[in-house]
């Protein structure tokens, strides 16, 4: 795959989606559970979210943070620099397949290619460990997330994530945010096991 500047899109830089804690906002109302989707989002509790532990956000979460991020694409990779705990995610544009003998990790394995202004990336092999956002939507180990990125101008871009889990959704469903390009270098900020803020999380629920 040839680096940008040969007819591909550029999204080298440091961006920022909107902070969307509840991904229903975007969705436009409640996801599409199953039964068991909505039991365990019913009788969550935020004590519960493994950020709060310092444990990592999975492949998309960290992008709807209150914290930028940024991109840095070359020839067969783009990476995922971000400022959020200090980590970061790698997606193959080498034009390899998934492993067939795949692990599931925090983070999945994703691969992308280019359709015009686009950069498509498909990410499976996802731990059900991590929360989708900080409302407590969660999901199994057989999520798949595919993601558009469409350059819309020099400095924004459009982000949008299809999410599909036979367990916790009846029905694939998508949120679209916007990007925009930060005159900002990304910070270094780290999440130890001692997180002292644990102490302001919902850790019960209120009595019916």
Known sequence: MPPPGNGLPD?????ELPYTPDLER???GPLPFTPLGAEKFKT????DDPH???QPTGPTRAFHSPFPFELVQSAGMVVVLFETDHNFRRIFTDGRPHPKDLDTTWYGDSTGHYEGNKLIVDTIGISNRSWLDT???QHSDQLHVTEVFEKT???AFTWTATYEDPVYFVKPWSI??????QKYDIMEMICMDNNQDIPHYITSRPKP
């Open 135 to 137: 409302a407590g939507h």
């Open 26 to 28: 975007p969705y436009g």
């Open 11 to 15: 999204f080298n830089g440091v961006w």
């Open 153 to 155: 101008g020099p400095d």
């Open 176 to 181: 679209t945010l916007t990007a925009k390009r």
């Open 44 to 47: 969550h509790v935020g004590g």
């Open 52 to 54: 709060g532990f310092c």
